[in-house]
């Protein structure tokens, strides 16, 4: 360990799955984790093991499948906790135990209803057992911004000598400015006697928009920790965002000398990825990865760019893996040069799947005069990646004229039975409403399902472009939810109404201990 290397811990699965109706599946999850392993982040929080039996098998599915970073599961201060977490960790080539309890006042006394006392000894209790496992002990404090700095320095002192090995200082609630949660890393590193034996790290929440800022100050004032997530997804307001902590610390190296091992190149696939899957978009003038980040409107900006980059840019667009626009292949490209494009962009397909991407890119080829790495990118998520094995569609069919409602009708595939199943709607009040209509016409026994989000994007310019469906759907309390891309805006909505009925499907018979096979 070197005395400026930031450990980078990422939280995208268990605090970011927390943000309402961002639930993952375990093969979500599991791409997930894989591109946080290309962008070489050294911690992946996996999930909460005992929370659910998905949560237990995704800790499991990427403690096995993921190599080169550490794999945490988080626990309560129970033994249940830390034993189950440590069944689904201990596959992983650096398994790490997170327990974690709370130390203010105010959880203390009415979430917990335990006496500080009894607090030291659950928290002390907790890091044995878990040490009894594994070497690699994370401590947290929950709501440690607004815990007695006295209790605080006494706790992890504490906790240290029972074994922990990382403390975590989490910020649960937002509430703390940047001065004082660096003075509150400060004072421990002077206060706890046994400090120097574990590694500082900090977990702040954004309900005052200062997640980044206060992590950043704890970094300079001894935290050699960050916990964080994609887009700065999580509860409320969300976690403080990997992206802007780990190119705050590469842009600002001048006052700043840290530093962390995450490949950068990496960060806008990573935003992009979390964001089709979760279904969450990425305000277009989010730092590093909104749409606008890099672009420049006015003349004058445009003119300096134009000069010299650096008049406006403080960081270029390359640095963080933004290459839009790039033409890639055309209409005569062949499959070899099909899959070395994939492959650059961190894709390993099978042979089956690649014939399968390959018959739709060539189909893409015929109805876009221009393809790039963005539209390979929606064709493996639409072809591959999606679940797509109880239903799917195999014809589309709507009329529309100014004077007449819209007719839609759908055939629906479903591989169970073979069968084909037709649905018709007309008199909605547009063609995508009308078509969404005729699916569930077409598949009755998803007919209560209701469509609670639903937006539109378009993959690259030009009226040939692409359009990425993301719907969100609830049935019977659950919600999921779904994408779908296509030349034609109907069809990618279609497409993604379906992605989500799958999955609802999925879930209604893990429910009833019958898992699909290949899910
Ligand atoms: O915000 C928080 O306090 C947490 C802990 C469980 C680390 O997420
Ligand atoms: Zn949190």
Redesign the pocket.
Known sequence: MTADRVYIFDTTLR?GEQSPGASMNVEEKLRIAQQLERLNVDIIEAGFPIASKGDFEAVRLVAEKVRGCSIAG?ARAKDADIDRAWEALKVAEDPRIHT?IATSPIHMQHKLRMEPEQVVEAAVAAVKRAAGYTSNVEW?A??AGRTEIDFLCRIVEAVIKAGATTI?I?D?VGYTLPFEFGERISALVERVPNMHKAIISV?C?NDLGLAVANSLSAVTNGARQVECTINGMGERAGNAALEEVVMAIQTRRDIMPFKTNVDATEITRASKLVSTITGFPVQPNKAIVGANAFAHESGIHQDGVLKKATTYEIMTPESVGLTTNRMVLGKHSGRHAFRDRLNQLGYRLDDDQLARVFIRFKALCDQKKELFDEDLEALVDDEVIRLRDYYHVKRLHVSYSPDKNPVATVEVASPDDESLRQGTHWGASGMVDSALKAVKAAIPEMSDSKLVFYQVHSITGGTDAQAEVTVRVELEEKTVNGQGADCDVVMASVKAFINALNKLAYKRDKGRNKPRSGV
Do not use: R, Y
Request: aromatic share 10%; hydrophobic share 20%.
């Open positions: 605090d988080l974690f947290s929950e709501d975590n989490p649960t977990h929440h």
